[in-house]
Nanobody, 123 residues
Framework: QVQLVESGGGLVQAGGSQTLSCAASGSTFGAYAMGWFRQAPGKEREFVAAINWSAGTTNYADSVKGRFTISRDYAKNTVYLQMNSLKPEDTAVYYC????????????????WGQGTQVTVSS
């Protein structure tokens, strides 16, 4: 079992920045990846970014490339999502996710999820 606890989120103005954190605990061993997904009202959950834990290699959705940065603190077992130049269309509930193996952009491939945190970008 893996537990994920998210923090961060809230209301921010367009053009602003925000950082989300996700601390993992439990069976976090071997090769695994952590990702961020988001879901806006009435829309499907979509991939935002992911990182392969050991290698630190990252991947991003085209919609956030150049604006968002995923990173990890190996010692704290925590993944971060630094979001810059936020746009109203970034408004969504953001979820942290964990899977064994390498990263995937498909949400059903992740077995463990955080509770979600709301990010609202005002125009």
């Amino acid at each position: 079992q893996v537990q994920l606890v998210e923090s961060g989120g809230g209301l921010v103005q367009a053009g602003g920045s925000q950082t989300l954190s996700c601390a993992a605990s439990g069976s976090t061993f071997g090769a695994y990846a952590m990702g961020w997904f988001r879901q806006a009202p009435g829309k499907e959950r979509e991939f935002v970014a992911a990182i392969n834990w050991s290698a630190g290699t990252t991947n991003y959705a085209d919609s956030v490339k150049g604006r968002f940065t995923i990173s990890r603190d190996y010692a704290k077992n925590t993944v971060y999502l630094q979001m810059n130049s936020l746009k109203p269309e970034d408004t969504a509930v953001y979820y942290c996710a964990f899977r064994y193996g390498t990263w995937s952009h498909v949400h059903i491939n992740y077995a463990y999820w955080g509770q979600g945190t709301q990010v609202t970008v005002s125009s």
